[in-house]
């Protein structure tokens, strides 16, 4: 668990929440329980619930007050109003046809990669069939771009001038970003294509000597260029041109700006993987729209971070399953459950399924309710540790570096250690340099992007899987 490195600014910390407690107590998630007390109703412990909060701390609170300890308050000099959407300002609008939550919003998402990955750690996937290429960093995807293929798409390609774009993996061989033929755009990065195993079935069939795959082996082997003018054809590009259609002779077609975007994170090397598509995607894809699960619940969270519910803790019943409180309103795990059912993850359905298959991991549930449990911060902790990828445990600018967008990240807030609070890690840099993490923060606030991790110290950190 990361924690103050410093006295000086956990005392700016206490005192922002003292502050805080003047202008009103209230909360998020399992720790502020959103749920007025019922009457007759006892506690999950079996004991009858007591009236927590403001009481607590010296104030009289309302009869039907929400459980809780306090408020959270906005970290010192860290946040302002500008921040409310950063998240959503960057960037294209997608271009991708996202299945999820808030459609009306879709044409408004701004998003783009993150910028503080490096070549170093990328590589690309392309999924023919969706008509989708996914930027992978540390082997997760963070960012889907929509493309266009040759005019001949279906199956690998054979020889010079079918109109098919190849399948198989590849790297990076050249790039290209000035003095470039107009159909290639605003740039060209050239594939190891043919490869040898290219080569291979080349010679099998005919189309090639001996020789020529020699010189493609050799070529494979030193990471240059492989012969180009041979029967099995050559010049096969990810760039630039622009997408619709498929109107290349080959090569994967971006739109320019993600061209130029793409092109920042790549290099000579870089590996590229191209899948033919089929029943099952390369990447986790729940809700099989051709978006990779985390990326997609970042789409979610701008979304929700547009929606821009307002902070508001009430226990209320629910559909089930895909039950929602009203779009306008909503806490910290309400902004968690839209983002990852916009990747097709339904939390209400999945943690009432973990409670039944697994109590012994709930003690404090003595009755599944899918009207709370999966708007409560400890029960989703538990899930996640269960069935997301958990990132190791660093700090400073390793702890950085391993944040990527679509992560979730459970906070510590308030003086009494462990998490408290979540959210959801944007793909835009904050002033601090830290990534903005779209949450909502409490009373007064609305769901958006926020500075947050200069100042509130992670205790989990998870990846979709």
Not at 231 to 236: D, E, K, N, V
Not at 238 to 249: A, E
Request: charged residues 25%; aromatic residues 6%.
């Amino acid at each position: 668990m990361d924690r103050f490195s410093n006295r000086p600014a956990a005392a700016l910390w206490v005192l922002a929440w003292v502050l805080g407690g003047l202008w009103g107590w209230a909360g998020c998630g399992e720790s502020r329980a959103m749920e007025a007390p019922r009457p007759a109703e006892a506690s999950q412990t079996g004991a009858p619930r007591a009236a927590a909060g403001p009481r607590a701390h010296g104030m009289e609170a309302a009869p039907s007050a929400p459980e809780g300890r306090g408020a959270r308050s906005a970290p010192v000099g860290r946040l302002a109003e500008r921040e409310a959407s950063a998240g959503s300002r960057a960037g294209l609008p997608t271009g991708l046809k996202d299945r999820g939550i808030f459609s009306h919003l879709d044409s408004r998402v701004r998003w783009s990669a993150p910028s503080w990955i490096t070549p170093r750690d990328t590589q690309v996937i392309v999924d023919k069939k969706r008509r989708i290429l996914t930027l992978v960093a540390d082997g997760a995807p963070v960012k889907a771009y929509p493309i266009s293929l040759g005019f001949s798409p279906t199956g690998h390609k054979a020889r010079q001038g079918d109109g098919r774009t190849p399948e198989g993996s590849y790297r990076i061989v050249e790039m290209l970003h000035r003095a470039l033929p107009a159909r290639y755009g605003a740039r060209s990065m050239l594939l190891s294509y043919p490869s040898v195993k290219d080569g291979r079935a080349g010679l099998a069939s005919g189309l090639i000597s001996r020789q020529t795959l020699r010189d493609i082996e050799a070529a494979e082997g030193r990471g240059a260029i492989p012969p180009q003018r041979s029967a099995l054809g050559g010049s096969l590009r990810i760039h630039g041109g622009g997408v619709g259609r498929d109107w290349t002779h080959g090569c994967i077609a971006l739109r320019d700006p993600d061209a130029v975007e793409l092109y920042r994170f790549l290099r000579v090397g870089s590996p590229v993987v191209i899948h033919g598509g089929g029943p099952r995607p390369p990447w986790p894809d729940r809700d099989a729209d051709g978006i990779p699960d985390g990326p997609d619940a970042l789409l979610g969270a701008h979304k929700a971070a547009l929606n821009g519910a307002r902070y508001h803790e009430s226990y209320l019943r629910l559909p089930f399953p895909g039950g929602d409180v009203p779009a306008g309103i909503g806490v910290c795990t309400d902004v968690v459950v839209r983002a990852l059912r916009n990747a097709g993850i339904d939390l209400q359905v999945e943690l009432n399924r973990h409670i039944k298959a697994r109590p012994r991991l709930y003690p404090w549930i003595d009755r599944p309710d899918p009207n709370i449990d999966h708007r409560r911060v400890r029960n989703l902790l538990v899930w996640f540790k269960a069935h997301a990828r958990s990132v190791g445990a660093s700090a400073g600018n390793e702890r950085r570096r391993a944040l990527l967008p679509g992560d979730i990240v459970f906070l510590d807030t308030l003086p009494r250690p462990g998490p408290d609070h979540l959210g959801i890690v944007s793909d835009t840099l904050g002033p601090g340099g830290w990534p903005l993490i779209v949450n909502n923060w409490t009373v007064g606030f609305r769901t958006q992007a926020m500075d947050l991790l200069p100042g509130v110290p992670i205790t989990h950190h998870f990846r979709l899987r």
